[in-house]
């Protein structure tokens, strides 16, 4: 199993950045998918989930900044962060759970958000 995510940058306050993941290995449209990320000193958090069915939700923090998708066909989920802030700088990952025995990580893309 590979989820390889792309799209990280540095790039300045009010910009936007659209990250994708990219997997192999099993079968996607089963899967729920994520994104969390991590600042430097801070725990991990959930930044965006997508269930198989295409319910999503959000962490307080980027509600109608981002949004999560996910292209079956292409094996491919995508988080596009719009307006992004300082406070967005972090390592994101990207995920895929069916169960807590297939629960599997990416292997993260820096966000730098600085002016």
């Known amino acids: 199993v590979q989820l390889v995510a792309s799209g990280g940058a540095m790039v300045h306050p009010g910009e936007s950045l659209r990250l994708s993941c990219a997997v192999s290995?099993?079968?996607?449209?089963?899967?729920?998918m994520g994104w969390y990320r991590q600042a430097p000193g801070k725990q991990r958090e959930l930044v965006a989930r997508?269930?198989?069915?295409?319910?999503?939700n959000y962490a307080d923090s980027v509600k109608g900044r981002f949004t999560i998708s996910r292209d079956n066909a292409k094996n491919t989920v995508y988080l596009q962060m719009n307006n992004l802030i300082p406070e967005d700088t972090a390592v994101y990952y990207c995920?895929?759970?069916?169960?807590?025995?297939?629960?599997?990580w990416g292997q993260g893309t820096q966000v730098t958000v600085s002016s």
């Open positions: 995920t895929a759970r069916y169960s807590d025995k297939y629960d599997y």
């Open positions: 290995g099993l079968t996607f449209s089963i899967y729920d």
């Open positions: 997508i269930s198989r069915g295409g319910s999503t």
